[in-house]
């Protein structure tokens, strides 16, 4: 069957970002992806460093709990100052371009055309995509050209810092039920190799988040775990072996 004369929407490919939102939708699942890894390592080093010194389980599970706390407290504040200065500035932005397309629209004009021709448009075809882009919606023409901001998708501090403090304390929580769950001599052992299994996937995810090689992401956080794990082990077996606590 003839399809001349008939037009259809373009399909978006499958493993390209096309629908609105993206910015918002990565950027929380980045911070849960790394306020998870962040729970696991850093409450896992610190219980498995009480654990060296101590086998009571009351320092244990009180160091734990602090730390859980402590770093999701952390965690949610660190995110929320870091992507309200991005978003803080984005909104400024925003607010210089739609001042400066009412006060000065003509030149706006032809800023956003002199992009297009530098883009590779000619003259002819960058001053009809400007001229149309701008009737259709000046601000978000200007604002995608010049700034590659789109005005709808300005990034939430507030469900950043909720996810990484979530995302924090659910990876956290891991670690103190592999070191308070088995038998004494069991803790360390367990917690091991539950945490570095957690860590694999933490890896696997935000490789695959990213787009990036998921074995070096599992082998960069994997390989640093341990080393966190090992080394605050060993500091507490000493200090518990020195009689200094």
């Not at 962040?38 to 654990?51: F, K, N, R, T, Y």
């Not at 006060?103 to 706006?108: N, S, Y």
């Not at 694999?200 to 995810?205: D, V």
Request: charged share 15%.
């Amino acid at each position: 069957m003839s399809t001349e004369g008939t037009t259809t929407d373009p399909q978006p490919h499958a493993n390209e970002p096309h629908r609105g939102g993206i910015a918002q939708r990565l950027n929380w699942l980045r911070a849960g992806v790394l306020g998870a890894n962040d729970g696991i390592v850093s409450v896992a080093a610190i219980v498995v460093g009480v654990a060296g010194a101590s086998s009571a389980t009351g320092p244990i599970l009180t160091a734990g709990v602090a730390g859980l706390v402590g770093g999701a407290i952390s965690m949610a504040l660190g995110e929320y100052v870091s992507v309200s200065s991005q978003s803080d500035s984005e909104r400024a932005l925003i607010a210089k371009e739609r001042a400066e397309l009412r006060d000065m629209p003509e030149e706006e004009l032809d800023e956003l055309t002199a992009l297009y021709r530098a883009k590779g448009l000619s003259e002819s075809t960058a001053r009809q995509v400007a001229v149309e882009l701008t009737e259709h919606d000046a601000l978000s023409a200007h604002l995608a050209a010049e700034l590659n901001i789109d005005q709808d998708d300005v990034v939430s501090p507030w469900h950043a810092a909720a996810a990484s403090a979530a995302a924090f304390t659910i990876g956290a929580i891991l670690p103190m039920l592999a070191i308070l769950l088995p038998p004494p001599d069991w803790r360390i052992p367990v917690t091991f190799i539950a945490v570095l299994i957690a860590l694999a996937i933490t890896g696997m995810l935000s490789a695959t988040i990213g787009g990036s090689s998921r074995l070096r992401a599992t082998l960069r956080v994997v390989i640093g775990g341990a080393l966190a794990l090992a080394a605050t082990y060993g500091i507490g077996t000493l200090l518990g072996a020195s009689g200094a606590v």
